[in-house]
């Protein structure tokens, strides 16, 4: 008798370990697999971060020069003189010089101009733009409406690709009458490359921002471009404002994504009048 109940007790002393053992090893995957997850997070979070804080620091740069530069006293003698007038020419051909000299500062700057109150361009670093009527732009009629800087990312006209637009007033001595504008095409493609394009995380992770509008303003990938993303559900997710790993399939890969972290743009406006006062050489 006790010989035939030893295999029944020794299976009932094995099942019961088997499904133990079984159990702590699916909680150790789990915790694995959680750990792993929220490593990942951290990591994505710190990248993020990183890469908001530089492309906050670059903007903020451009907004700053933006005020800096409408301060300019041959802005206003550009803006003053007529067309017709006795050495126009040379006062266009120098303010030429002066916008030429900051797109060669700053790389990202494709393009820079001197626009009358009506839009009309008096000056730019492209001679076939003077002429042009920009009246119809957002980010001009913003700044003739306001008197204050304004900025839009659009489809540049001159590139045929995305650009911020940074357009700035130029005020005549009393500080209050508009005289004109001075704006700057800031490419959008150079400031990738030169920031989250260099951002990679394991074998196919790279950075990308997202517009507030839900486009793709910086993207590895060219073709996403000024494409609409909230088609994606972890798109419209980091919109919403909710962090963390959003996993999703894209062309049946299997992806994860985050970590939402948007980029503040700083207007200066506390410097508005140091910036007007300044003593340019």
Not at 6 to 25: E, N, S
């Amino acid at each position: 008798m006790r010989l035939r109940l030893l295999p029944r007790l020794l299976v009932f002393i094995l099942v019961p370990c088997i499904l133990c053992m079984f159990a702590m090893a699916l909680l150790s995957q789990r915790q694995a697999s959680n750990a792993l997850n929220t490593q990942i997070e951290d990591e994505l979070k710190m990248i993020a971060l990183l890469q908001a804080s530089k492309l906050d620091n670059m903007f903020s740069t451009f907004f700053a020069v933006g005020y800096e530069y409408s301060t300019k006293p041959l802005w206003k003698q550009l803006l003053a003189s007529a067309p017709d007038s006795p050495g126009y020419a040379a006062i266009v051909e120098e303010a030429k010089s002066n916008l030429i000299y900051l797109r060669e500062t700053f790389d990202a700057i494709v393009s820079a101009g001197i626009t009358d109150t009506q839009g009309i361009v008096r000056s730019h670093t492209m001679d076939a733009t003077v002429g042009a009527n920009f009246g119809d732009r957002g980010y001009f009629r913003d700044v003739m409406r306001t008197g204050r800087q304004s900025h839009e990312v659009v489809l540049s006209r001159a590139t045929n690709t995305l650009a911020f637009l940074l357009c700035t007033p130029i005020f005549a001595p009393d500080g209050k009458t508009i005289l004109g504008t001075v704006f700057f095409n800031i490419s959008l493609e150079r400031l990738s490359a030169t920031t989250i394009d260099t951002v990679s995380k394991g074998e196919t992770g790279y950075a990308f921002v997202i517009g507030s509008d839900g486009v793709f303003a910086m993207h590895p990938d060219k073709a996403l471009l000024g494409q609409d993303g909230t088609r994606f559900e972890w798109v419209r997710a980091m919109l919403a404002g909710r962090g963390g790993i959003m996993e999703y399939d894209l062309s049946g890969v299997r992806k994860k994504a985050g970590y939402p972290s948007p980029i503040f743009l700083m207007e200066y406006q506390t410097d508005i009048h140091t910036a007007r006062t300044k003593n340019w050489s």
